[in-house]
């Protein structure tokens, strides 16, 4: 892995929730080459597992654990093997997270007679069950291993935590409106947590990435018959100053700068978009 820079991790133990994503994998990857050792928690246990084999096999200490963010009893069992396996938790990664269709929109805009259309699925039309599957998901998937594994910090110098955020929090996207206003949760979460935790000295900040293709909206932003971009990818890639979609490698280096007590020993509450300039852009 080409790093941006390199920082001191030795003898750190991270904890990266979804660790089976390809953005996650890729971030325990960094923190991994830099010399933390890396527990990657993931509800997909053998996803998890891959992850970890593919630490191992570049010479970091990593292990692969099935974890419900959702569930507590299934975090406190994944914290008790991390701390016997690896040590204590000093860097939590809160990357678990994602969207249903449920909670999403068939459409940008709503119109009168889309009340009669039964073939969409309109603001009126959203499940709420749908809705609070992608909120718990994302926030109580935040909240739940912080609670856990922050514990294991209480005391010790140097800790931290990077929540998963998006550029979502800024700008809302249209269609998605769980899914925004999850992020929005976390964002939010992310400025008390830090507000909380800052007598005991750990620091708690964000990433907020915007488009990076991944395996959960790939259907979305490319034609599976053609291989191009979709109307919508289309649309963001007008949307973004950059022209183009991010790529995982970077997100490393904001990663690294919040990982990096002597780099941003300072920096507490903070949520930093990385989304080549799609929150800083009107559209016009």
Not at 226 to 252: D, N, Q
Request: charged share 20%.
């Amino acid at each position: 892995m080409k790093l941006p820079f390199k920082i001191d991790l030795n003898n750190k133990v991270a904890v990266v929730t979804g660790g089976g994503g390809v953005l996650c994998a890729e971030l325990a990857a960094a923190l991994a080459a830099n010399g933390a050792k890396v527990a990657v928690l993931d509800l997909n246990a053998e996803a998890a597992e891959q992850t970890a084999v593919q630490l191992r096999e570049l010479g970091a200490a990593a292990i692969g654990v099935g974890a419900n963010v959702l569930e507590r009893q299934s975090l406190e069992a994944a914290a008790d093997r991390v701390s016997k396996e690896l040590g204590p938790c000093d860097l939590l990664l809160n990357g678990a997270g994602g969207n249903h269709p449920k909670g999403t929109t068939t459409k940008d805009w709503f119109e009168p007679a889309d009340l009669f259309d039964k073939s969409l699925t309109t603001f009126f039309d959203l499940d709420p069950k749908g809705v609070e599957f992608v909120f718990n998901l994302n926030f109580l998937g935040t909240l739940l291993p912080t609670q856990v594994f922050a514990q294991q910090m209480i005391g010790r110098a140097g800790c931290s935590i990077i929540n998963v955020s998006s550029m979502n929090a800024f700008c809302p996207l249209t269609r998605i409106p769980a899914y925004s206003g999850a992020k929005a949760a976390v964002s939010n979460f992310t400025q008390w947590l830090a507000v909380h935790f800052s007598k005991v000295g750990i620091r708690v900040n964000a990433l907020a990435p915007g488009f990076f293709l991944t395996a959960q909206n790939h259907k979305l932003l490319i034609d599976e018959a053609t291989g191009e971009f979709t109307a919508r990818a289309r649309k963001i890639i007008e949307h973004t100053p950059m022209g183009r979609f991010g790529e995982s490698r970077e997100l490393i280096g904001a990663l690294l700068w919040l990982a990096c007590e002597e780099g941003s020993g300072f920096v507490n509450g903070v949520v930093v978009p990385i989304d080549g300039g799609f929150s800083a852009y009107s559209g016009v």
